[in-house]
């Protein structure tokens, strides 16, 4: 699992230097949002093609990418406590 976690990581470091070389200018988080929706589109759409294409992983990557890119553009807010469940 770690082994996999490194290569996941190593994959999208690779795919934002390509996206980065592609499109070098600073987008707003809107446009990038817009990409997102975009990408899981086409990630959606090779899904429904054929469910055992690598081309569907690809596009996976592909969102990925872009949403690092807006959080190392625009910040990381994490995820606060939970709620208490008691009531």
Request: include cysteine; hydrophobic fraction near 45%; glycine fraction near 6%.
């Amino acid at each position: 699992e770690q082994f996999m976690q490194a290569a996941v990581y190593g994959a999208i470091g690779r795919e934002r230097a390509y996206q980065d070389g592609k499109y070098p200018s600073r987008r707003t988080i809107g446009e990038h949002l817009i990409i997102l929706r975009n990408e899981l589109a086409e990630a959606e759409r090779a899904w429904m093609r054929n469910p055992a294409d690598p081309a569907v992983l690809a596009e996976v990557l592909q969102v990925a990418a872009v949403a690092v890119r807006c959080l190392e553009l625009y910040g990381l807010v994490e995820r606060g406590p939970e709620p208490d469940d008691a009531s």
